[in-house]
């Protein structure tokens, strides 16, 4: 997986949470790359070496990650090991258009 990753040029993302308000957490990330799709059950696997090798060839590869309202998501994913700050060219798809 994260050899498709550091390969890809364009990466979807979205989280699933479980739990409510302060006690949410990212349960799901969904990730997927022009042909390939992952669901990563980030409760089972938030420990191990393996994730943490995923999350960062996810933030530090070169791809464009496109997500819609990603703030939320970010922070929660910050909670269960990314490095703050270090999700390269993010674009959050909520800010290329405006309701009319």
Not at 36 to 48: I, S, Y
Not at 51 to 64: D, H, I, K, R, S
Not at 88 to 100: A, P, Q, S, T, V
Request: net charge negative; with cysteine.
């Amino acid at each position: 997986m994260a050899a498709s990753l550091r390969s890809a040029d364009l990466i979807g993302l979205d989280c699933e949470y479980s739990g409510d308000g302060t006690a949410s957490r990212v349960s799901l990330l969904q990730v997927a790359v022009r042909s390939e799709c992952f669901v990563v059950d980030v409760d089972a696997l938030c420990a191990t070496a393996a994730f943490q090798e995923f999350l960062t060839a996810l933030a530090e590869g070169p791809a464009v990650k496109a997500a819609f309202h990603f703030e939320t998501d970010l922070a929660l994913l910050e909670q269960r090991g990314m490095s703050p700050g270090c999700l390269r060219n993010l674009l959050d798809l909520r800010h290329c258009w405006h309701d009319k």
